[in-house]
């Protein structure tokens, strides 16, 4: 009985409880018709969800604070659902490194009162011939890198993921905005914001277009901060990528005129007018065909046929 209890304990909610992780836990639907979570004292019988998050085991006002943890459930199955094989950050050592080229006077001075403690033992393993002085950095665990990304050492994605599926396949989103650096546009897929690159944008009514389309995975994972990372194209990558394709768009509807205009186009009036309504009169240089036109045309599908397969190469 004693050995049982103490199991019990020890894999319990009581037990395992971490404030500083907002872990979801589940109940089964029996023990949630009495509020029996399985902690110090039992919550309302009116919560709808079986998914709750622990704030506080106790608070001095005598209470267990909560809140729904249905969200995250969702969204990690909106996940498994549209990036079936994302991938987690490769894992690191849990142990600390200072950077010293971000420190400030102050944090540098603090820094070396700290390890002249190490210094008997760092001279004690050169006698031993343990250690060599070029890992005095190592031994430190000190790095002088510029940037910033030392910062997220300590986090390490969860595997919301592990299954094998190729890349390219096709998910349902919608083109949000723009992004502030300029280099593409957000994509709104099932709750996740992804990347579409600028270079993919081509021929896109991306500024008018907000409705619901077909886009392509190249990339998804979990960044070095926990972070979602989904890379995505309007077309596959095996596409051929002529003219009349660049636009990716799936109906007539949808198209617009201007890039998937001919000279023929161009210079029937009649057709450009049943296609797209006329708002304003046209001059004669809006109707006049570019006599190079065909062979602009040529030149672009072929610098991009070539930029493709240098992607496919690299």
Not at 160 to 177: A, K
Not at 181 to 190: L, R, W, Y
Not at 275 to 286: F, L
Request: positive net charge; proline residues 7%.
């Amino acid at each position: 009985m004693e050995k049982s209890f103490a199991s019990l304990l020890r894999h319990s909610r009581l037990a395992s409880y971490d404030r500083t992780i907002e872990q979801v836990y589940k109940i089964p639907k029996q023990c949630k018709n009495i509020g029996d979570w399985g902690l110090k004292r039992n919550l309302p019988t009116v919560i709808r969800t079986p998914h709750v998050i622990i704030k506080a085991l106790d608070t001095a006002e005598h209470q267990t604070p909560w809140v729904s943890g249905e969200s995250k459930v969702l969204f990690l199955k909106r996940w498994k659902e549209n990036f079936p094989n994302s991938h987690k950050p490769a894992p690191r050592s849990e142990e600390v490194y200072y950077n010293i080229a971000s420190m400030t006077p102050a944090e540098f001075k603090r820094f070396l009162r700290s390890i002249e403690k190490k210094a008997p033992a760092f001279r004690e393993a050169l006698a031993k011939k343990e250690a060599v002085p070029e890992q005095v950095f190592e031994y430190l665990k000190v790095n002088v890198t510029k940037n910033e990304t030392s910062k997220g050492d300590g986090v390490v994605g969860p595997t919301y993921s592990e299954y094998t599926v190729e890349w390219d396949y096709p998910v349902e989103g919608r083109i949000l905005n723009m992004l502030r650096s300029f280099d593409g546009h957000a994509v709104g897929i099932g709750g996740v914001v992804a990347h579409l690159p600028r270079r993919h944008t081509l021929g896109l009514r991306t500024a008018v277009d907000r409705g619901v389309r077909t886009f392509y995975v190249q990339e998804a994972e979990i960044d070095e901060e926990g972070k979602p990372r989904v890379v995505v194209t309007p077309k596959r990558k095996s596409a051929p990528l002529s003219v009349a394709l660049l636009n990716g768009h799936e109906s007539e509807e949808s198209v617009d005129p201007n890039t998937t205009m001919t000279a023929e186009d161009m210079f029937n009036t009649q057709s450009r007018t049943r296609r797209r309504p006329i708002s304003r009169p046209q001059s004669e240089d809006n109707i006049k065909p570019n006599p190079e036109h065909k062979d602009l045309m040529s030149r672009i599908s072929t610098l991009l046929e070539n930029s493709h397969k240098k992607e496919e190469s690299e």
